[in-house]
C-alpha cells in the first residue's frame, strides 16, 4: 500500500503540468461564462429588444450634438438599420424677429428651408464614421430610419447639427439599432420596408388669422374658455391654442378639460371633467411653438363622430387681475363654438380658442398596427416586432378604446378603474407569423390591488401570466412563449384586470408601467 | 486486460491530444467566441508541448510589428487580433522560459 502511494506521489511529481491543465479547466468551467464577448450582439434573433432607448434627447441652441452612447457594438462588415422619431421646433427668437408695420406676424407653415441633422457612428477609441443626414421639413413628428454597414467596432451614436447657426430645437426619440442578417448590398433590395405606427401629430391648423380677433382673461376664480369639437379621427393628442400670460401668469395647476357632450345646448361645465390635465405656468416653455402659439399635449382615445367639449380652467389655480392667462380668441366661419364662464353666467358665441389636434391609426394592408409599435425586416426570412411604453401620455393611446382608462402623469403609467367586468385590452397586431415572443410588464406598488395578467392569441382561450416571485420586483409580469410549429398566428391579445379579492371591494385601481412586447417573426411565411 | 491495453495506449502523446480535445469541448460547452476559444486550446497545447522560447519571442516580435503596418492601411479589427496574438506568443515565451529555469535548478 505504501508503495502504491510513493509511487502515485512520484508520478504525479513527474506530471505536474496536467494538475495545472486540469487546475485551469475547473476554473475556466467555474468562472468562463463571464469571458463570453459580445453574446448579446452575436445573432440577431433573440426577440428581445436590448438596443432601444426609451429617452427623448433634444438639440437646442445651447448644443449642437448628442451621443447615444453604447447603443451597439458592431464588427468588420456588419449591417445596422438605425431607426428614430424627430421632431423640430422653431426658435422663438426667429419667428419674434418676423415683424412688419402690423405687428409680430407668425408663420403657422413650415419654415423656409429644411433642417439637417447628421448622424455619425463613434468607437469606444473615438473613431468616428458618418453614416448619413437627414433633412427635416415640417414641424410634426416624423420617423425616420436607415441602414449602413460598419467597418470596425463601433458603439456609440451621434445626432448633430448640420449647420451650428441653426437655432431651432430638434427633439429625436425612440431611438433604435438592429443588426440585419445580411452579408452584402445585393440582398438590401429584399428587405421589405419596416411597419412603424409611431403616434404622429396632424398638421397645425390654419387659423383663420394671423393673429386672435381678441384675448379672454382666465382671472377670477373657476373660470374656463372651451371648444365644442366633433372627433373627425380615432385619438385626441392634443391642443394648439394661443396664449398670454399676464404677470407671472398665475399660480397653480391650470387644466385642460375634457368633456363628453349629449346635449349640446346644455352643457354642465361645472361638473367635474371626463379627463384632465395639469400643467403650471413654468411648463409654458416646453409646450411653445413660437410666439403665443402653444401646442399642449392631451391624449385621448376619441369616438369617431361624438361631440366633445374641451375647456382650459384655473379652477386649481390661483389668479388674480394682474396675474392671470389670457387666451386668443379667433372669429370663427365653420361655426365651432365657443363657451366661457364669466363669475355667474356661460357665453355662447362662434368663435373659436381652442384647436383639437387629431392622430389616426396606422393601416397596412387594411390591418389596423397596434400604436408605438415597430415591425422591421432583418434580413435572411426574419424579422422582428417591437413595442414598448414610452412613460409619456401617448402610452395611453395603446389600450383598445376604453372608457377608463387614463394616464397619470406623477407616476407616469397607464392607469386603469376596472370594476369585475372590465379589464384594459390590448391587442398587438404583428402582420406575419409569431416564431416566439416575450413579454414584461410592471404594475405600480403601493395600495393597488393585485393585478391579473392574462395573453390569448386568438381572443377566446386564455393563459394567466405569474406573477415573479422576485423580491426586487415584486409586481414584475413576464412570460416568454415558444410558438409550435403547426401553429400559426400574428396577433396577440393581453388583458389586465384587477385581482378578485372578496375583501376588498373599493380598489379596484391599477398602474401600469414598462410595459414592452418583442417578437420575433417569420417573414416568409406571409 | 482491456484497461492494460487502454492505458498502453495511453502514451504521452495521445494523452495529450485527449486533453486538448477536452480544452476545446469546454470552451464549446461554455459558448465562447472562436478568437478565444483557439487561444485557449492554443494555451493548453503550449503548455503540453512547450516551444522554445526563441520561437515563441519571434512569433511575438513579428506579429507586433506587423500591427502598426495594418493600422497604417485603416484595417483596424486585423490589427487588433495580430497585438493579441502577439501578447499571447510572449506570454507563452514567458511560462516556457520559467519551467525551463525551474528545471534547470532541480
Known sequence: MKIRIEYLLNALKHNQIYLIVLLMFILVFLYG?????????????????VNDSNEIFSIDNQSTYFAVKN????????????????????????????????????????????????TIINSQSGEQKKIGEISIEGMERKYYEYIFKTDGNYSDVVFRKFNVNDLEKVIISNVGISRLDISSDTQLGELTSTKQSIVMDSEIPELPNNNPMRHVSLSTGNQQVGQLFEASEDYLGGVYLSMNMVGNGGVGDY?????????????????????????????????????????????????????YYLSISNRSAVTN????????IWDSKDQNVLYYKGKDKNYLEESSALFPIFLNSQYYNGEKLT???????????????????????????????????????????????????????YKFNTIYPIKRFRLNLKQAMGLYPKATVKFSLDGTTWQEIENQKDAAAPYLFSQTVEMSENKTTSEIYVSISPKDDPNDFANKYLAIYDFELGADLDMEKK | MILKSIIRYLNRDNVNIVVVALAYALVSY??????????????????????????ALKISIITLAVSPLLLMVKRRTNAEYLAQISFFFLVIALITEIRFRKSRVE
Not at chain 2, 30 to 37: E, F, G, R, Y
Open chain 1, 321 to 328: 387681475r394682474s396675474n392671470n392667462l389670457s387666451i386668443g
Open chain 1, 71 to 118: 447603443i451597439f457594438n458592431s464588427s468588420e462588415g456588419d449591417y445596422y438599420r438605425l431607426k428614430f422619431v424627430a421632431e423640430v421646433t422653431p426658435d422663438i427668437r426667429r419667428s419674434v424677429s418676423n415683424t412688419n408695420e402690423k405687428g409680430p406676424e407668425y408663420q403657422y407653415v413650415n419654415m423656409d428651408y429644411p433642417y439637417k441633422i447628421e
Open chain 1, 255 to 307: 387644466t385642460l378639460n375634457l368633456y363628453m357632450v349629449s346635449d349640446e345646448n346644455n352643457i354642465n361645465i361645472l361638473a367635474e371633467p371626463f379627463r384632465s390635465f395639469r400643467f403650471q405656468t413654468s411648463d409654458f416653455d416646453k409646450f411653445n411653438l413660437r410666439g403665443d402659439l402653444y401646442k399642449i399635449p392631451f391624449f385621448f382615445p376619441l369616438e369617431k363622430g361624438k361631440k
Open chain 1, 33 to 49: 461564462k463571464n469571458i463570453i464577448i459580445d453574446e448579446d450582439n452575436s445573432k440577431p434573433t433573440e426577440c428581445i429588444a
Open chain 2, 30 to 55: 461554455l459558448n465562447w467566441t472562436p478568437m478565444a476559444s483557439i487561444f485557449f486550446v492554443l494555451f493548453i497545447w503550449f503548455l503540453l508541448n512547450p516551444i522554445k522560447t526563441s520561437d
Open chain 1, 371 to 425: 400604436n408605438n409599435s415597430l415591425i422591421e425586416d432583418l434580413g435572411g426570412g426574419k424579422g422582428r416586432f417591437h413595442f414598448s411604453s414610452l412613460s409619456q401620455p401617448s402610452d395611453l393611446l395603446v389600450p383598445e378604446y376604453n372608457l377608463y382608462a387614463g394616464y397619470d402623469q406623477y407616476i407616469k403609467a397607464v392607469t386603469f378603474w376596472g370594476e369585475k367586468k372590465y379589464s384594459l385590452d
